[in-house]
């Protein structure tokens, strides 16, 4: 059974910093890797998807690698801004069978402060 | 990319009602997926909700509690039944677009059952 790990589960930087989340997964057979944003109370923005195939993908000023074999993924945020905060969930599609199904982290709860 | 309008966003309820939650798709998808979110917790898969057939529900989910319709390819609805406090929960209607697979998500119902 597929299980995702998220660390830290929350963090706490100042406006400017540059920060890294970190994902884990136990199983590496997997279709892709999406890391989402969720506001309080709200759904889930897609931020970036990774294919099993790639080791990176960048929009604006987020950078997600993955490294499969290891089961691990980082999402990098540049010079991350108040506006940046919320709950940001890793989650992997498996392959094979079961490559609709998604297994989700806890998340990391992201504050920045101005 | 699609669009998911899902209704009502939040809701306070009576134990022992039910609540319907509508997802409604901007296109065309094939298959649609609820997840519940408690609170403090990640994302667990409710049932997978095929147009023409019955929703295949995860474990520990059943049909009773958790009745699906999908009528047609951008339409499903979601039933929570029978509500005690413990369905106190946001609950995301989401669906994969094109040949990569990425998921979207509506922006959630926020149910509080008393």
């Known amino acids: 059974k597929q299980e995702v790990t998220q660390i830290p589960a929350a963090l706490s930087v100042p406006e400017g910093e540059n920060l890294v989340l970190n994902c884990s997964f136990t199983?590496?057979?997997?279709?892709?890797l999406q890391w989402f944003r969720q506001d309080p109370g709200k759904g889930l923005t897609s931020l970036l998807l990774?294919?099993?195939?790639?080791r990176e993908q960048t929009s604006g000023r987020l950078n997600a690698s993955l490294d499969k074999s290891s089961g691990r993924s980082t999402l990098y945020i540049a010079a991350s801004q108040p506006g940046d905060s919320a709950t940001y969930l890793c989650?992997?599609?498996?392959?094979?069978?079961?490559?609709?199904?998604?297994?989700f982290g806890k998340g990391t709860l992201l504050t920045v402060n101005p | 990319s699609a669009v998911i309008s899902q209704k009502p966003s939040r809701d306070i309820c009576q134990r022992g009602t039910s609540l319907t939650i509508q997802c409604q798709v901007d296109?065309?998808?094939?298959?649609m997926f609820w997840y519940r979110q408690q609170p403090g917790q990640s994302l667990t898969l409710i049932a997978t909700a095929n147009q023409g057939s019955e929703a295949t529900y995860e474990s520990g989910f059943v049909i009773d509690k958790f009745p699906i319709s999908r009528p047609n390819l951008t339409f499903s609805t979601l039933t929570v039944s029978n509500m005690s406090p413990e369905d106190s929960s946001i609950y995301l209607c989401s669906v994969v677009g094109g040949a990569i697979t990425e998921a979207f998500f509506g922006q959630g119902t926020r149910l509080t059952v008393v």
């Open positions: 990774i294919q099993s195939s790639q």
């Open positions: 989650a992997v599609r498996g392959s094979g069978g079961s490559n609709y199904k998604l297994t």
């Open positions: 296109s065309q998808v094939t298959m």
């Open positions: 199983d590496s057979a997997i279709y892709n």
